[in-house]
């Protein structure tokens, strides 16, 4: 007999409500949810094809332990007996950065990913951690945390209600957006332009978002930074900045003014190959709109400058008084957020508390990055021990960091591997136990992250659709026993992993004075939680504690677990609301225009004016049915246009003598690939565009339908040397190659 069950589809940012078909304990269909709070019924290609994640039949049920140099299937008991065998010893040998944690993008999809990786390396105590931000996001962590203290603090534009938007280095129509969560993204920018309001697009490549622009700026790849200087340098030079009412909050307005002197638009032009007219333009339009929101985006992330093109995204929004009010870019307040604090200075935000051992890269928001993932394991120095076991949750860092060959090489080398993952894929071959998590809608789900960066503030939760297989194990006791099996508490009831983060949670909010369970007894209170295990019960705390929540009694209408369950298309909370200056967090309590990491940086951009490429230049693309390495084992999301080709401008494929369809040799500093040529354009001369997440053509993985069309593994061309010097993010975007056709 078929049924229903509602499921927030976890597949991308744009968190979008789905009605499941279920047939017995199988998902047959996906369709949007019409009384979806936030989503409405939207649903894209990823979304329709969640039945055929979900039951991918290389979707691994049972754990994984390597005896005899082969991986076996075992018993949960097995696994985590020889999870405690492998690391322990190591720790306590070696200490505990000899133990890496390596984090990738699905973590932040989940529950379990949100609730147990912080109490892992609270209580491993590890330097050595590793994410998928440092290939993607960092830079806007590192700017939001210079700019405002807290580098969670990222503003997002006010989709449904601004004037005037500028996308930089952002596609939406393929990605459903990034930082910025929101359902039908594409719908938004219909409506903008459906009101009377203007879309410009600042990207290499003509997207389909840059079709839908009014204006497309083509601009040379990685030279973002240089446009957006210029930008706030004309809004300086003809006076046209307003802070409005942000002005009682800023400091250093006239510093900043003296450092972007120099970025006018005829000294930028040649670099951009933006013509000076056009930037004096794209500046007065932003400064004349009633409304308007700069929102900037992976192209803008991934290149040398990444993280002063994050932060002029910012100032550009400060400048016009478009930070923090409707239209503009305002800071989301999510139902999980703590208890807001009162404004006022704070601890700020550090850069280079440590450093990485062998490029002594510093760390950002307690990250190294992930380029120097396979130099931490294969190089001896005296700096302390290298990496000698690694920990990889939901992560595939070798297809997702740059020069997969060594790092691919390099994990061979390890002493001990554990991944949690449900397919055995490229990087999950060389784990010594691998912990297959079950599928999605065996899971619950609720979006701690993404709420955070939602275009409008709402909450929703879903127990989870179809109950847990015989045989499998909840992705959040995968977590709670890796925890327990890591720090020496092996053989301990799960469940205690959650008990203290509740014990610890509530004794300091009880101390907190402001609040709302100020001077109570935590144990009375931890008594009160409701839920039908740990993870639910800590959920349940965090709603009440939150913004919106009940404050334990405080505020009787407030949020609790078991109100949101009683609604379970989700609450709607609102839309976006003015919040300054409670989110800051800087020592001033301002918003700290020019700090100085970021004007010790800013030479280096000056330098930046007298460089051009000589020969072609890489950048990546995104599609809507993909989603970095996840999704190509799903046949319905690959094929037809989702294909990993080389796209060349037709000029510079009749110089090079390339025809479409042949195959062309891209060579760059750590590699080489050859893949087909796709003669259109789309991008601009002088740049060629592969996409990122291909190469499933290595042997000892078990990714059936990936396997029949592996295409190449872009970041094979990096050699992982180009980082953004404050961010440590991997630079992938406006990197020199050089291509000729393979006859």
Known sequence: MSRTALRICPLCEATC??????????????RGDREDVFSKGFICPKGASFAAVDGDPDRLRTPLVRRDGELREATWAEAFDAVAAGIRPIVERYGPHAVGVVLGNPNVHTVAGALYPTVLMAGLGSRSLFTASTVDQ???HVSSGLLFGDANAIPVPDLDRTDHLLLIGANPLESNGSLCTAPDFPGRLRALKARGGTLTVIDPRRTRTAKLADRHIDIRPGTDALLLAAMAQVLFEEGLTDLGA????????DELRDAVRDFTPEAVAPACDVDAPVIRVLARELAAAPTAAVYGRIGSCTVPYGTLGSWLVDVLNILTGNLDRPGGALFPQAATDRTPRPAGPGKGFRLGRWHSRVGRHPEAKGELPLSVLAEEIDTATEEGEPIRALLVVAANPVLSAPDGDRLDKALGSLDFMVSVDPYLNETARHADVVLPPPPPSQSPHHDFAFNTLAVRNQVRYNRPAVPLEPGRMAETEILARLILAVTGMHGADPSAVDDMVVGQTLGKAVREPHSPVHGRDPEELAALLTGENGPERRLDLMLRLGPYGDGF????????????LGHPH???????RPRLPQPLKTRSGRIELLPEPIAGDLPRLRQALRERPAGLVLVGRRHLRSNNSWLHNVPSLTGGTNRCTVHIHPEDAERLGVRDGGAVRVKGAGGEVTAPAEITDGVRRGVVSLPHGWGHDRPGTR?????????????????????????????????????????
């Open 703 to 743: 990714l059936s339908h990936a396997a029949t069309d592996p295409g190449v593994n872009v970041n094979q061309l990096l050699d992982g040397s180009l980082l953004d010097p404050l961010s440590g993010n991997a630079v992938l975007n406006g990197v020199p190659v050089s291509l000729v056709p393979v006859t």
């Open 246 to 253: 942000l002005t009682e909050h800023v400091e250093g307005l």
């Open 138 to 140: 960092m830079p806007k």
């Open 553 to 564: 009694g405080v505020r009787p209408d407030g949020l609790t677990l078991d109100r949101l």
């Open 570 to 576: 989700g609450i709607d909370l609102g839309p976006l």
């Open 17 to 30: 409500g789905l009605t499941l078909t279920i047939e017995g304990t199988a998902v047959t269909g996906a």
